[in-house]
């Protein structure tokens, strides 16, 4: 009898034991992801950190002075038409424009592709463009600094845009409809 109560403390402990060894892992799981999660959110707050230093550092070379909204876009509207008629969402605009990289590199410009016209808010064109163009009237001409994540962000466009390209665009609304 003693035998079979030694057997089932022994059974019990062992089961018991091969439990807690199962959650483990999932337990080193979660943590895992968890220190994943964080260690990406502290990659991209360094790299956000760094696109800003460099923008910093390019208008304050150039001595420009530019407003900058809560999504990190730099803006200055340098040729106002105060009766011109402001952008808003689901109106189609035409734009001229021109994107450089902060090197000076031309990447794109209306001049050789032509004008471009998207609706707003149906994301047809980078988000810092969109954005701009919604602080602008017809007839206004601004410049804008996108950080990468509201340009091309970490992929470029694999053709003259590379990886997490912070651009210089400058651009003209000429219509809105």
């Known amino acids: 009898m003693l035998r079979l109560f030694f057997f089932?403390?022994?059974t019990a402990l062992?089961?018991?034991?091969?439990?807690?060894?199962e959650n483990k892992p999932v337990q080193n799981k979660e943590l895992t992801q968890q220190g994943a999660n964080e260690a990406l959110v502290g990659a991209n707050k360094a790299r956000l950190e760094l696109e800003r230093k460099k923008i910093d550092d390019y208008l304050k070379r150039r001595n420009w002075e530019m407003t900058e909204t809560?999504?990190?876009?730099?803006?200055?509207i340098?040729?106002?038409?105060?009766?011109?008629m402001k952008a808003d969402t689901g109106?189609?605009?035409v734009?001229?424009?021109e994107i450089k990289l902060v090197d000076?590199?031309?990447?794109y410009s209306s001049d050789s592709t032509g004008t471009k016209g998207f609706t707003i808010g149906k994301g047809q064109i980078e988000k810092g463009i969109e954005e701009g163009v919604l602080l602008m009237n017809k007839g206004d001409k601004a410049k804008f600094i996108l950080p990468s994540h509201l340009g091309y962000g970490l992929m470029g466009d694999e053709v003259k845009i590379p990886s997490h390209a912070i651009l210089v665009c400058d651009v003209n609304l000429?219509?809105?409809?």
Do not use: D, F, P
């Not at 809560?70 to 200055?76: E, I, V």
């Not at 340098?78 to 011109?84: A, I, L, R, S």
């Not at 000429?174 to 409809?177: A, D, G």
């Open 104 to 107: 000076g590199t031309l990447c």
């Open 70 to 76: 809560n999504s990190g876009l730099r803006y200055l």
């Open 174 to 177: 000429i219509e809105i409809h």
């Open 14 to 21: 062992l089961t018991s034991c091969g439990c807690k060894e």
């Open 8 to 10: 089932m403390v022994i």
């Open 78 to 84: 340098y040729e106002h038409n105060e009766g011109g």
């Open 95 to 97: 734009i001229n424009y």
């Open 91 to 93: 109106q189609v605009v």
